[in-house]
Antibody
Framework: EMQLLESGGGLVQPGGSLRLSCAASGFTFSSHDMSWVRQAPGKGLEWISA????????YYADSVKGRFTVSRDNSKDTLYLQMNSPRADDTALYYC????????????WGQGTMVTVSS | DIQLTQSPSSLSASVGDRVTITCRAS??????LNWYQQKPGNAPKLLLNAASNLQSGVPSRFSGSGSGTDFTLTISSLQPEDFATYYCQQSYTTPTFGQGTRLEIK
């Protein structure tokens, strides 16, 4: 069974840093593009970043470009999101999502990890 | 970025009703349109991809249609477990989601 398990969320001060992780199991991790999608409290879904299966390319939404960095370690079946200089409007539940091979159709989601940006 | 506009934003319906949700794209996305269901406290779940391809395990009362800029999700006979929020999402370019349609019990 495919599974994704996020961790690393919590309270972070504006301008601080935080690293989220997503441990994958039940599928060939290196064969799939992976994304981060977030959901602010009571709001809709926002795709923020993706990385290709072999990690050769990364993609970002304008809202996080230059502040967040996505990476992966295929030897550990783990996806990461390094959040630098977070702002209050980055407060959200952060999901990792598995792409159907090299697409941005998300067929498996984690349970999410909550990030609160506040002083 | 391609904008997706769902209508209605919310909908009240009864068990057994037929319900249709619309998603309109700001430019053609061919058939690169997916539908997700999200229940409170849960992650989204993929229902259909490529506009009309039902995912394994999803009940056949769910169906999708459309191409280009206009798409629909139809639930043929609402069941109690279908009351949730539904999102469309395009995978033609940088992914974007519609704003969601909240389906409530009348």
């Amino acid at each position: 069974e495919m599974q994704l398990l996020e961790s690393g969320g919590g309270l972070v001060q504006p301008g601080g840093s935080l690293r989220l992780s997503c441990a994958a199991s039940g599928f060939t991790f290196s064969s799939h593009d992976m994304s981060w999608v977030r959901q602010a409290p009571g709001k809709g879904l926002e795709w923020i970043s993706a990385v290709r299966g072999n990690a050769d390319k990364t993609y970002y939404a304008d809202s996080v470009k230059g502040r967040f960095t996505v990476s992966r370690d295929n030897s550990k079946d783990t996806l990461y999101l390094q959040m630098n200089s977070p702002r209050a409007d980055d407060t959200a539940l952060y999901y990792c999502a598995k792409g159907q091979v090299t697409s941005s159709t998300f067929d498996c989601w984690g349970q999410g990890t909550m990030v609160t940006v506040s002083s | 970025d391609i904008q997706l506009t769902q209508s209605p934003s919310s909908l009240s319906a009864s068990v057994g009703d037929r319900v249709t949700i619309t998603c309109r794209a700001s430019q053609s996305i061919i058939i690169y349109l997916n539908w997700y269901q999200q229940k409170p406290g849960n992650a989204p779940k993929l229902l259909l991809n490529a506009a009309s391809n039902l995912q394994s395990g999803v009940p056949s009362r769910f169906s999708g249609s459309g191409s280009g800029t206009d798409f629909t999700l139809t639930i043929s006979s609402l069941q109690p477990e279908d009351f949730a929020t539904y999102y469309c999402q395009q995978s033609y370019t940088t992914p974007t989601f519609g704003q969601g349609t909240r389906l409530e019990i009348k």
